[in-house]
């Protein structure tokens, strides 16, 4: 279906040009869209685009249910499979949107998961010391957890975004968005000591870069990479949570609003653009007072 391939790759160019989505957020329609295609023509053996009824689509999405596939990851591909019919339609691809009448599958919202103070501890002592790289990781899950920023946007630092001497970071987010978040005491001081005793060490003589955190060969830490780094050491601190990419931006905001932190702020310091996506921090707090209520109180 080299028409479906050119029309993908036209939908891509419009995301990143005319909405200015990121590169992870393209990676993951790209995936989307890919499955999607492969699928209407070697399962359904369909050859044009225009063919695609709301019967095909649902054909997939069975497909996708009989691999396992979670009710969040369904409605992703619906969502993605629906925009790209829009853009069909609307650049006259295709002469009909079969996505009209798709409903979305019911998702179970689950709270995120959040560490606990101690295991946050636990966790920023994990990494070897003596080891630039150690030191390096300690600067890492201080920001991280200091600043409540994404994994992408960490990865994504530069040098001259980190200003040691203000007290702030610059974080660019979603579609290029820019906030300035502070620094608190150990992240200031676990960023300082990065660049003192460790950056320059894992530089080495290798080509010069402006990425604020860098592998062994000198070249900015990718998510995979970074996300690897995480899991190690949860597992050296003995975490038994399960570790996901967003755990420590969860703790970040959990434990601001716990401590009184009004919701506004959080919402600016995550970048969130709605506050009702910061709103589920507070749900969080609310339940782990039950927690404790029900663990401590005589007659709970």
Same mark, same amino acid.
């Given at each position: 279906?080299?028409?479906?391939?050119?029309?993908?790759?036209?939908?891509?160019?419009?995301?990143?040009?005319?909405? *200015?989505?990121? &590169?992870?957020?393209?990676?993951?329609? #790209?995936?989307?869209?890919?499955? !999607?295609? =492969? /699928? $209407?023509?070697?399962? *359904?053996?369909? &050859?044009?685009?225009?063919?695609?009824? #709301?019967?095909?689509?649902?054909? !997939?999405? =069975? /497909? $996708?249910?009989?691999?396992?596939?979670?009710?969040?990851?369904?409605?992703?591909?619906?969502?993605?499979?629906?925009?790209?019919?829009?853009? $069909?339609?609307?650049?006259?691809?295709?002469?009909?949107?079969?996505?009209?009448?798709?409903?979305?599958?019911?998702?179970?919202?689950?709270?995120?998961?959040?560490?606990?103070?101690?295991?946050?501890?636990?966790?920023?002592?994990?990494?070897?010391?003596?080891?630039?790289?150690?030191?390096?990781?300690?600067?890492?899950?201080?920001?991280?957890?200091?600043?409540?920023?994404?994994?992408?946007?960490?990865?994504?630092?530069?040098?001259?975004?980190?200003?040691?001497?203000?007290?702030?970071?610059?974080?660019?987010?979603?579609?290029?968005?820019?906030?300035?978040?502070?620094?608190?005491?150990?992240?200031?001081?676990?960023?300082?000591?990065?660049?003192?005793?460790?950056?320059?060490?894992?530089?080495?003589?290798?080509?010069?870069?402006?990425?604020?955190?860098?592998?062994?060969?000198?070249?900015?830490?990718?998510?995979?990479?970074?996300?690897?780094?995480?899991?190690?050491?949860?597992?050296?601190?003995?975490?038994?949570?399960?570790?996901?990419?967003?755990?420590?931006?969860?703790?970040?905001?959990?434990?601001?609003?716990?401590?009184?932190?009004?919701?506004?702020?959080?919402?600016?310091?995550?970048?969130?653009?709605?506050?009702?996506?910061?709103?589920?921090?507070?749900?969080?707090?609310?339940?782990?007072?039950?927690?404790?209520?029900?663990?401590?109180?005589?007659?709970?």
């Amino acid at each position: 279906m080299k028409e479906a391939q050119e029309a993908v790759l036209d939908y891509l160019h419009f995301l990143r040009v005319e909405r *200015q989505y990121s &590169e992870n957020t393209l990676a993951s329609y #790209r995936r989307d869209l890919e499955d !999607y295609i =492969e /699928h $209407l023509h070697k399962g *359904q053996k369909l &050859e044009r685009l225009n063919d695609v009824d #709301r019967t095909r689509i649902l054909v !997939y999405l =069975e /497909h $996708l249910r009989d691999n396992g596939k979670s009710s969040r990851t369904i409605a992703r591909h619906i969502s993605s499979i629906r925009s790209f019919h829009q853009f $069909l339609l609307r650049e006259k691809i295709t002469d009909h949107d079969p996505t009209v009448h798709l409903e979305m599958p019911q998702i179970v919202k689950t709270l995120p998961k959040v560490l606990s103070i101690a295991e946050i501890e636990a966790l920023i002592h994990a990494p070897d010391r003596s080891k630039p790289q150690g030191i390096r990781d300690v600067a890492m899950i201080e920001l991280l957890y200091g600043t409540g920023m994404r994994i992408s946007e960490c990865i994504e630092l530069n040098l001259e975004d980190v200003h040691l001497s203000m007290g702030f970071v610059r974080i660019y987010g979603k579609g290029g968005k820019e906030r300035i978040v502070p620094l608190g005491k150990s992240a200031l001081y676990a960023c300082e000591t990065y660049l003192q005793q460790a950056r320059h060490l894992l530089q080495g003589n290798y080509p010069k870069t402006d990425a604020f955190f860098i592998n062994r060969r000198g070249k900015r830490l990718t998510r995979q990479g970074c996300w690897k780094l995480l899991k190690q050491h949860a597992l050296a601190a003995n975490i038994k949570k399960e570790m996901t990419p967003h755990t420590l931006r969860h703790s970040f905001a959990t434990h601001l609003i716990e401590n009184g932190a009004d919701l506004r702020s959080v919402q600016e310091m995550l970048g969130h653009a709605d506050i009702s996506t910061t709103q589920i921090y507070t749900h969080i707090s609310k339940t782990r007072l039950s927690e404790v209520y029900k663990q401590f109180h005589p007659r709970a």
